[in-house]
């Protein structure tokens, strides 16, 4: 079965950092481009970040851009999201997608292309 798990979620004050892991198992993250996408109360599910196959292309939300940073570690089959200068907007449930990607420096910033997804964990941002 194709799991991806999402780790690293919690309560941080304004101003703080938090680093999200997906840990992906029953497949090799080589060959999927990832993502990152949240859902706050009331609100659409949003893209966060992505990155390519490669690793070589990332976009980023205009509202994380400076702050948050993606990468991805083949070795440990694992993808990453560094949240820093946390702001009590970005408080939502976070969740990392995967799709096969037969571009190796294609970012796919669409929900909608995601096939694969985590359980999401909590980040809230307040003090």
């Known amino acids: 079965q194709l799991q991806l798990a999402e780790s690293g979620g919690g309560l941080v004050q304004p101003g703080g950092s938090l680093r999200l892991s997906c840990a992906a198992s029953?497949?090799?993250?080589?060959?999927?481009?990832l993502g990152w996408f949240r859902q706050a109360p009331g609100k659409e599910r949003e893209a966060v970040s992505c990155?390519?196959?490669?690793?070589?292309?990332?976009n980023y939300a205009d509202s994380v851009k400076g702050r948050f940073t993606i990468s991805r570690d083949n070795a440990k089959n694992t993808v990453y999201l560094q949240m820093n200068s946390l702001k009590p907007e970005d408080t939502a449930v976070y969740f990392c997608?995967?799709?096969?990607?037969?571009?190796?420096?294609?970012?796919?910033?669409?929900?909608?292309?995601?096939?694969?997804w985590g359980q999401g964990t909590q980040v809230t941002v307040s003090s």
């Open positions: 997608a995967a799709v096969l990607e037969p571009h190796s420096n294609y970012v796919r910033i669409s929900q909608y292309e995601y096939d694969y």
């Open positions: 029953g497949f090799t993250l080589d060959y999927y481009a």
């Open positions: 990155i390519s196959k490669s690793g070589g292309s990332t």
